[in-house]
């Protein structure tokens, strides 16, 4: 069973930083694709970021610029570097993972003050 445990996120000002990590149990290699997605109040979940097994990355254009996603093999660990952040990123983070199905973590919550 595969488990996807998300921490970092908090309280940031508008123009602050944050990364986060998503924890996985057992390997990430057997991922073709891992990622990040939001949802904040109200809203619908969005895409974020996602990376393949072979480190190619994409974007939404909302954070384009200022997020990177990056995964440690060693740790079996996703991260999302969040910079520049805006009072419209916030919402709670999930992260995701796939090979025949998609995984999701539970999400950990980013609130950035104006």
């Known amino acids: 069973q595969v488990q996807l445990v998300e921490s970092g996120g908090g309280l940031v000002q508008a123009g602050g930083s944050l990364r986060l990590s998503c924890a996985a149990s057992?390997?990430?290699?057997?991922?073709?694709?891992m990622g990040w997605y939001r949802q904040a109040p109200g809203k619908q979940r969005e895409y974020v970021a996602l990376?393949?097994?072979?480190?190619?990355?994409n974007f939404a254009d909302s954070v384009k610029g200022r997020f990177t996603i990056s995964r440690d093999s060693a740790k079996n660990t996703l991260y999302l570097q969040m910079n520049s952040l805006k009072p419209e990123d916030t919402a709670v983070y999930s992260c995701?993972?796939?090979?025949?199905?998609?995984?999701w973590g539970q999400g950990t919550q980013v609130t950035v003050s104006s």
């Open positions: 990376i393949t097994s072979g480190g190619s990355t």
């Open positions: 995701s993972a796939t090979n025949f199905q998609i995984y």
């Open positions: 057992g390997s990430i290699s057997r991922f073709n694709v």
